[in-house]
């Protein structure tokens, strides 16, 4: 196993994820167990009968007249035959809806998450070679404003000038409704439906990654071999590029990885207000549906995902510094 670090790590975080993920699934069904109300009740209103007997069968179908520890152990049972359950109000697989959804936004957080590192990192070493000048000074202003506006603002700023004012990107959706694109015809359009919230969403993490890049930058500038490679007359470029900045981006994708929790509850607000069909909007659904159920499927597929996504930062890890040891 030492011989193999990279399989040495995915063995450690496997056996780590399991207690973790039953701690989360025990956590987040006592917790929801707690919130008044339940799909029963919202079925029974929406319906126009909200009779005590037909809140009385609906709980008896569901499952929810059960006590809580009943109610418990049923749903790790239906976890332990890899099922998350049936949902009340949208009549349908726990799991054949989070699989409709979960494309969605994972296109959107890839693309959010990808524009905010070029972007951060760029701006980041941009800012680490211009320290104490101008450029530093406006792209640390640029960052400061990005960090500080809050995501639903410049979401509804986005779509009132890019949307409505100019009419250069769509306001909501996924894709043209009734367009039989294919090809570079149906990228393209998907594409254009997705620049407004990938752009909003990632703005915030652009300005935590350009100044966590700057303080990486100029702390790794001032080491010996760095020192070393100016004294042998290596082009700048070169030592900027495969001393400096490989070095600089450890901790970059480090925070980077802990931030995709944050990012998936962002996804909640930027969906919402673009309309984008993902488990942000499903999440937001479920609650005011009370269903329970749907919502945890998606809590636990949330954080699969996390735990996945920070695998994937410590592998590479691996790959932009050999010397990190597994232990």
Avoid at 204 to 217: E, K, W
Wanted: glycine content about 8%; hydrophobic content about 55%.
């Amino acid at each position: 196993m030492t011989r193999f670090p990279a399989l040495r790590l995915i063995v450690r975080t496997l056996l780590q994820a399991l207690p973790a993920v039953l701690g989360i699934v025990l956590l987040n069904f006592l917790l929801l167990q707690a919130v008044p109300g339940d799909a029963a009740q919202v079925l029974a209103a929406e319906s126009g009968s909200a009779t005590a007997e037909m809140m009385a069968e609906l709980r008896e179908r569901f499952g929810l007249d059960l006590p809580v520890l009943q109610q418990l152990l049923a749903y790790l049972d239906n976890l332990s035959r890899l099922s998350l359950g049936y949902s009340p109000r949208f009549n349908l697989p726990v799991a054949e809806l989070i699989g409709s959804r979960l494309g969605n936004t994972l296109l959107l957080m890839s693309a959010a998450l990808a524009f905010a590192l070029v972007c951060g990192v760029l701006m980041g070493t941009l800012m680490g070679m211009t320290a104490g000048r101008w450029p530093d000074r406006a792209l640390s202003l640029v960052a400061l404003v990005l960090y500080s506006t809050p995501g639903f603002w410049l979401a509804l700023m986005a779509i009132v000038v890019f949307s409505v004012t100019l009419g250069w990107l769509p306001s909501g959706g996924t894709a043209t409704i009734g367009a039989n694109l294919q090809g570079t015809a149906w990228f393209l359009d998907r594409a254009r439906y997705l620049v407004l919230p990938a752009l909003t969403m990632s703005a915030f993490y652009v300005a935590i990654f350009a100044r966590l890049t700057r303080a990486a930058f100029l702390e790794v500038s001032r080491l010996d071999f760095v020192r070393t490679a100016q004294a042998k007359g290596l082009h700048p470029a070169r030592i900027v590029i495969h001393h400096i900045l490989r070095n600089a981006l450890i901790p970059v994708t480090t925070v980077a990885g802990l931030h995709l929790g944050a990012m998936l509850g962002g996804a909640v607000v930027i969906e919402s207000v673009f309309g984008w069909p993902g488990l942000g909007r499903l999440a937001f659904e479920s609650v005011m549906a009370r269903d329970h159920i749907v919502l945890l499927g998606i809590l636990l597929m949330s954080s699969l995902l996390v735990i996945a996504a920070n695998l994937a930062v410590d592998l590479l890890q691996l790959v932009l510094d050999p010397r990190v040891e597994v232990r």
